[in-house]
């Protein structure tokens, strides 16, 4: 029975062991934020702006967006699953490391506020963003994005303050396929017209 014991024991400690093993073999590594910063400087502030605050409206701000889901599009880029051709193009030289460093280094910056350009859009974007659609089944945004439109980290992005032209854009590439690493976002944009793409997407730069 103590030679049984013993083998029993054994076993369960070199599994244990081995599980462990793994487990930190497949974590990721631990953030560098200083080399993010030095990456993104040399990679993305042109176009981003230095803190991630893109003073472009067609270019996207960065600045607090949540790391998770920077990293997946800049994953998603490299693989060619998400179509940009200046994107595909700046994403391929950079390694697991390098994306990582990048999107939790300026996600950790703060961003700016923005303001909404078109206050005769705000009444249909608000009802939109806030309750949808309800005879076209359309979700309400806020459900996803959160009232503010903070986001939830990992799943859903921060629209809070984003360029009105980029959220725009990027509505319009669900709804006509251009986009399609998101079935939920194609579906519903794929039900919204011009003119409520415009609203909602102005509606967000001013959510704060």
């Known amino acids: 029975m103590k ?11 070199a599994a244990t062991a081995f599980v462990c093993s793994a487990a930190e073999t497949a974590a990721p590594a631990k953030p560098d934020l200083a080399k993010g910063e030095a990456s993104f400087a040399a990679v993305c502030a042109a176009c981003h ?4 605050n893109s003073l472009i409206p067609v270019n996207p701000k960065l600045a607090q967006q949540h790391p998770e889901y920077l990293l997946k599009q800049l994953q998603e880029f490299k693989a060619g699953k ?15 490391d390098d994306m990582r460093n990048i999107a939790y280094f300026v996600g950790a910056k703060k961003a700016t506020p923005g303001a909404a350009a078109n206050k005769e859009t705000l009444a ?4 939109i963003y806030r309750g949808g659609i309800a005879d ?3 979700p309400a945004c806020a459900g996803c994005h959160s009232p503010n439109g903070a986001g939830v980290p990992a799943q859903y992005p921060r629209l809070s303050g984003q360029h009105a032209d980029y959220a725009a854009a990027q509505l319009v590439a669900f709804r006509d396929g251009v986009r399609q690493n998101s079935i939920q976002m194609t579906q519903i944009a794929a039900k919204l017209n011009d003119r409520e793409i415009k609203a909602v997407a102005d509606y967000v730069a001013g959510l704060r």
Request: glycine share 8%.
């Open 3 to 13: 030679l049984l014991a013993t083998l029993v024991f054994a076993a369960t400690t």
């Open 82 to 96: 998400r179509a940009n051709a200046i994107m595909n193009g700046m994403s391929a030289a950079l390694s697991d």
């Open 136 to 138: 076209r089944k359309i």
């Open 124 to 127: 249909l974007g608000e009802r």
């Open 49 to 52: 702006a230095p803190d991630g």
